[in-house]
């Protein structure tokens, strides 16, 4: 599996604003981040400009400002990074990641019936 799938949590956090708006300048990326979070201008940068060097991010020259924007997409991340936990923790046994989601989740009944819903559907993709 790539590295690039590879995000750290400060990357991860930046990645998840580009997600949400689209793309953005360094300042609009900071305007996202919670009040409570204090990082400076130039650490957003140069995470920013990292993420472009694993081609995780794009960035357009406007003026005297970059727009980022992301190349890799939330879904592609997600299936990434599930398909390596599942194999690093669970040594690719989907059965064990769901009892121990099922396990250790406290679900409620409509959640539990939008997962019985899914595996159903899957099911019924399954057998067609």
């Known amino acids: 599996m790539s590295e690039k799938?590879?995000?750290t949590p400060v990357e991860l956090e930046l990645m998840e604003i580009l997600w949400k708006i689209g793309q953005g300048t360094v300042r609009e990326v900071m305007a996202h981040l919670p009040a409570s979070r204090n990082l400076a201008y130039t650490s957003v940068s140069t995470i920013l400009r990292i993420l472009q060097q694993k081609k995780?991010?794009?960035a357009e020259k406007m003026e005297r400002?970059?727009?980022?924007?992301p190349i890799l997409s939330k879904p592609i991340f997600a299936s990434h990074t599930v398909k390596k936990m599942l194999n690093q923790i669970f040594s690719g046994n989907s059965v064990e990641l769901v009892a121990h989601l099922m396990d250790k989740s406290k679900l409620s009944i409509a959640e539990l019936t939008e997962i019985q819903k899914l595996l159903d559907a899957k099911k019924m993709e399954t057998i067609q």
């Open 5 to 7: 799938y590879d995000l």
């Open 56 to 58: 995780i991010l794009s």
């Open 65 to 69: 400002h970059h727009i980022y924007l």
